[in-house]
């Protein structure tokens, strides 16, 4: 298992301005499995905690070697956010790597608000509190999202790359999509990620209809 890491740059002047940590696992017989393979297994078996709590750790660590005015996002899944042990965890990492907190981005996805809304809401307050941003994963594909945004303090947006696809098209309406989302997070006072940007064409769009930052293959 390692940790890599995607940048993340500004829309506008394309200007890295974080890294995204992405686990990877690459076995010593069946070559790199797919994160969608061993992280359903892991979550299933119970050792996603574990692993998460690496990651974290891992991540705050490489992150105290980098210049001040770069981010780390570090994606949180729904048993590590479920899980009270996530804020120690979270406090004792930050202690040992001697970060502003506001540099560690946690991503979240929807889901976490399935089982409990009202222990959702008590965590997203502890985590603000901590003083690390939180951002709204995969946007757009779950099943609630702007009831979601009511209440929950998200720092930023992240629009699925499955809008991004095809968003070049003038026949497609995902173009139609992502501007409405950006306009809805500068309402909210949200900065907003489009991911999966692999062409430069792409990047002139997303960069027109005023997202803010841009992931993607072309970067990594």
């Known amino acids: 298992m390692s940790v890599l890491y995607q940048p993340v740059v500004d ?3 394309e200007a890295i301005t974080g890294f995204e940590a992405l686990m990877r ?13 061993f992280i359903p297994i892991a979550e ?7 692993i998460g709590d690496w990651v974290l750790r891992t991540a705050l ?3 105290a070697a980098l210049p001040e005015d ?28 001697q970060i502003d907190p506001a540099r560690l981005e946690l991503e979240i996805t929807e889901s976490v608000f399935l089982d409990d809304e009202t222990a959702s809401q008590k965590t997203f307050k502890a985590l603000k ?19 979601y945004l009511k209440n929950a303090p998200f720092d930023k947006i992240k629009i699925d790359q499955s809008f991004v696809r095809g968003a070049i098209d003038p026949h497609s309406r995902n173009s139609a999509i992502i501007e409405a ?3 809805l997070s500068n309402t909210l006072g949200m900065e907003t990620t489009a991911e999966g940007v692999e062409h430069q064409d792409e990047i002139e769009l997303i ?3 005023g997202c803010s930052h841009i992931q993607g293959y072309v970067y990594g």
Do not use: C, M
């Open 129 to 147: 509190a901590i003083g690390v941003r939180l951002a709204l994963d995969d946007f757009g594909t779950g099943y609630s999202s702007l009831g």
């Open 44 to 50: 299933e078996s119970g050792l996603i905690q574990q």
């Open 61 to 63: 660590r490489d992150l």
């Open 11 to 13: 829309a506008q002047n």
């Open 181 to 183: 989302i950006v306009s």
């Open 70 to 97: 770069l981010r780390i996002a570090v994606n949180v899944s729904p048993i590590q956010f479920s899980n009270p042990a996530l804020l120690t965890t979270l406090a004792n990492a930050i202690g040992e790597s």
């Open 207 to 209: 960069r027109k209809l």
């Open 25 to 37: 696992w690459d076995h010593p017989e069946r070559g790199p499995i797919a994160p969608a393979v």
